[in-house]
């Protein structure tokens, strides 16, 4: 059983830059693939970065290049650094882990998730 809290959220101008985190708790945090999601009013749930294994990444490619995964096994912690944020990267951005070591886009695969943080990025 992991569960998973979100923090950092919060309203940004647009060009601005936000670091969210994700504390876990759990003894087997190293063994989950860790995901980040969000999603905006009226829209469907998507993916925006993962990291698992030794520190591989993935991310969408309506963020790759400004926003950056990373994990502190030790700290069972995960972040997301989102750089040059854009109004249309406002959203409620959730946390999730995966059982296994690989790494997933579509939110089905994903056994425990947070409760989220509201990002707004004004124009």
């Known amino acids: 059983q992991v569960q998973l809290v979100e923090s950092g959220g919060g309203l940004v101008q647009a060009g601005g830059s936000l670091r969210l985190s994700c504390a876990a708790s759990g003894r087997t945090f190293n063994s989950y693939a860790m995901g980040w999601f969000r999603q905006a009013p009226g829209k469907e749930r998507e993916f925006v970065a993962a990291i698992w294994g030794g520190d591989s990444t993935y991310y969408a490619d309506s963020v790759k290049g400004r926003f950056t995964v990373s994990r502190e096994n030790a700290k069972k912690m995960v972040y997301l650094q989102m750089n040059s944020l854009k109004p249309e990267d406002t959203a409620v951005y959730y946390c999730?882990?995966?059982?296994?070591?690989?790494?997933?886009?579509?939110?089905?695969?994903?056994?425990?998730w947070g409760q989220g943080t509201q990002v707004t990025v004004s124009s």
């Open positions: 999730a882990a995966k059982t296994g070591l690989l790494y997933a886009t579509s939110p089905g695969a994903y056994d425990y």
